[in-house]
């Protein structure tokens, strides 16, 4: 069976996130391990991070609203499958 593009968009949607909790998971055992070895951190908290975030953030949402778009075109289709389809005739019996 192929897979729909929700379904792709859906995993695709899942290794983004997969990136974001991997980043933020560095950023805070570096800084762990820095301050384990008493390096002053000072202005270095993870914020340089920040914009990776932004832009990974982002991603996810497009891949959100393209997944919201790709099921009303699954029902559009359907739809318009659905009203192509020819209905048979009502048998009526006269008694």
Same mark, same amino acid.
């Given at each position: 069976?192929?897979?729909?593009? #929700?379904?792709?968009?859906g ?12 980043? #933020?998971?560095n ?13 002053? *951190?000072?202005d ?15 991603? *996810? ?6 997944i ?8 559009? *289709?359907?739809?318009a ?9 009502? *048998? #009526?019996?006269?008694?």
């Open positions: 069976m192929t897979r729909s593009h #929700v379904e792709r968009l995993e695709f949607r899942e290794i983004l996130v997969a990136t974001r909790r991997e980043g #933020v998971r950023v805070h055992h570096t800084r762990d391990a820095m301050r384990a070895s008493g390096f002053q *951190i000072g270095s908290d993870g914020s340089s991070y920040g914009a990776q975030l932004k832009a990974l953030q982002e991603e *996810i949402e497009a891949v959100d609203r393209a919201e778009d790709e099921k009303r075109l699954a029902l559009t *289709i359907e739809s499958t659905q009203s192509r389809r020819p209905t048979k005739p009502r *048998i #009526v019996k006269r008694t």
